[in-house]
């Protein structure tokens, strides 16, 4: 499956999905909107209720129209003839509540027009700033005339309307959860494929770094087994030296190949010795030293760590400063300028190998220390490896508690930044 059919499965998946969802969250609204509206109708009839009750026990034969009033979402206010007894009102409330099935914590306020004054019931308990807000509501009402009214306040209306709506929830629930497998399943997708194309760029490039050594090692015998190469040693010298080589290079190919098989952490076997990491960097940088200088190159050393004895594997730790600075140099399009410092810092050791080459996208930062990741070098075509030199560093330095990151800007460079603890 090429590149891409899978972005057109995958942008018409997640249109597929953004229609249900879109419709899902229109038929919520809509049933939110219906149990509000079934809630605020039970809510004034009950409070319609109440007020008939309250105009009977004061045998009040007066009638009043459409007394009850919804001052906000949660807030409703009912007009009275005279002043009720709030354990009395309480009592009502409760009763045709029960009564309608509105089973919600509520609280009441009773005005006396009499006094200008408010007051508070105690059926719930209500922070200063709920208070504050239902006086202002309250004094701020408008009547045909002046008198006496109780408010009732809903504080958990908007949850209680929610908890209603059981089946749209589960429905809501259940496409989360579709919407969760589907992300998932397109990761691993696009993870296989991503794999899938690393995998296919170390084989051919593997089968390209084999190829060449066993061509040359073909020809070279095939020199050897001419009748008249005995008669020319130096000839029959230089081809054996040729074969040699080619071997030796050959091996160290498949020793790269198969250090994966030492990188897992739970099979790699590690010696620990006192090693003066200052005097192993210099060592290694020696060793770099003549292919920089054939490219015109320098390499700098600014040692500033005043401690860098470190108890480690001198191999593996060698092998990781080799890869980072055999990296540099690779990735060097220009006379190559590399650059390693090292730092402490709270009982860390920081090395770090900077260089002035091509630089990494932050795309490709995101995999760089991935096995068989090799990061595009556009123009250059030279550059060999199989894309395990950074996965094996990060290895190494994760296996000793150390950490490696990468700061790298395309067309600028790379700084490739080890820490170590030192205890």
Same mark, same amino acid.
């Given at each position: ?70 001052? &906000? ?20 409330? %409760? ?60 504080? &958990? ?29 397109? &990761?691993?997708?696009? =993870? ?58 050959? %091996? ?77 140099? =690779?990735?060097?399009?220009? %006379? ?82 080890? %820490?170590?603890?030192?205890?």
């Amino acid at each position: 499956m090429n590149r891409k059919t899978i972005r057109i499965i995958i942008f018409l998946a997640t249109l597929s999905l953004i229609g249900i969802v879109t419709t899902q969250i229109f038929w919520v609204r809509e049933a939110y909107n219906l149990q509000e509206k079934q809630f605020n109708e039970r809510v004034r009839m009950s409070l319609n209720s109440v007020t008939n009750e309250l105009l009977s026990i004061h045998k009040d034969e007066a009638e009043l129209f459409n007394p009850v009033k919804q001052v &906000s979402s949660n807030y409703y206010v009912t007009l009275i003839n005279d002043t009720v007894n709030p354990y009395l009102l309480e009592n009502l409330l %409760k009763n045709e509540f029960a009564e309608r099935n509105i089973k919600i914590d509520f609280e009441y306020v009773i005005y006396d027009c009499f006094t200008d004054s408010i007051v508070f019931g105690n059926y719930v308990s209500l922070d200063n700033q709920e208070q504050d807000q239902l006086q202002s509501k309250s004094y701020n009402m408008e009547w045909d005339r002046d008198g006496h009214y109780f408010g009732v306040y809903f504080p &958990s209306k908007q949850s209680y309307i929610i908890n209603e709506m059981g089946i749209w929830l589960f429905s809501s629930s259940i496409i989360l959860i579709i919407i969760v497998f589907f992300a998932y399943t397109i &990761s691993v997708i696009l =993870k296989q494929k991503r794999l899938s194309e690393i995998k296919n760029d170390f084989i051919n490039n593997i089968t390209h770094e084999f190829k060449t050594p066993i061509s040359t090692i073909s020809l070279s015998a095939d020199v050897l087994l001419g009748d008249n190469i005995v008669e020319e040693p130096q000839r029959l010298s230089n081809y054996a030296r040729i074969i040699k080589e080619e071997n030796n290079r050959l %091996k160290n190919q498949v020793d790269k190949v198969l250090q994966l098989a030492t990188l897992d952490k739970d099979k790699l076997k590690l010696e620990n010795e006192e090693i003066d990491l200052h005097e192993l960097i210099t060592s290694s940088v020696k060793s770099f030293g003549l292919i920089v200088r054939e490219r015109d190159g320098e390499i700098l050393c600014e040692l500033n760590a005043n401690k860098h004895n470190f108890f480690g594997d001198r191999i593996h730790i060698t092998n990781t400063l080799h890869n980072l600075i055999d990296n540099a140099i =690779k990735y060097s399009t220009k %006379k190559p300028k590399i650059e390693v410092a090292t730092n402490y810092h709270k009982g860390f050791i920081e090395i770090s190998v900077k260089d002035n080459g091509i630089g990494v996208s932050k795309e490709g930062q995101k995999y760089i220390f991935e096995k068989f990741y090799r990061a595009p070098t556009d123009n250059v075509h030279d550059v060999k490896g199989f894309g395990l030199g950074l996965n094996y560093v990060k290895t190494i330095v994760e296996a000793y508690s150390g950490s490696v990151k990468l700061v790298s800007k395309e067309g600028e460079g790379s700084t490739f930044v080890i %820490k170590l603890p030192l205890q």
